[in-house]
């Protein structure tokens, strides 16, 4: 039989991991639809999970890290340096859901897709 301190260690040590799997349970969700769509018919969306990251964005590491930097605002993503033509060719992007548990509903439009990528960054390359 085993002893009453190595009982209590027992059911001390399965209350830590009970409490680890609560606090992990509480752990603010970040999931994202990322989309844009175009005036000229083409349109793609893909899914964006961070901590831990997940999702179909190719670079979905880079994505939670420029988006991390903006505080989860994509209205504050930092520029990308670049020259875009002057063509006319609408494309609107959005990104929804939750960052950090926080809803995020975002849409603007561009004048075209290099104007929405140097706008975004990594964030919408896909």
């Not at 209350?15 to 992990?24: D, E, F, K, W």
């Not at 349109?43 to 831990?52: E, F, G, K, S, T």
């Not at 964005?57 to 993503?77: E, F, I, M, N, W």
């Not at 020259?83 to 006319?88: K, L």
Request: aromatic fraction near 6%; hydrophobic fraction near 45%; charged fraction near 15%.
């Amino acid at each position: 039989m085993a002893s009453p301190s190595a009982a209590s260690a027992a059911v001390a040590g399965s209350a830590a991991v009970a409490g680890s799997a609560a606090v992990a349970s509480k752990k603010k969700k970040t999931e994202l639809t990322l989309s844009y769509m175009a005036e000229a018919g083409f349109a793609a969306a893909v899914v964006l999970r961070c901590n831990p990251t997940g999702g179909a964005h190719p670079k979905k590491g880079k994505a939670c890290a420029a988006l991390a930097r903006a505080g989860g605002d994509p209205a504050r993503l930092e520029p990308v340096a670049g020259v875009c033509t002057m063509e006319y060719a609408p494309i609107t992007a959005e990104i929804t859901g939750r960052w950090k548990g926080a809803k995020v509903d975002w849409t603007r439009q561009f004048g075209n897709p290099c104007e929405m990528h140097l706008a975004t960054g990594i964030v919408l390359a896909f």
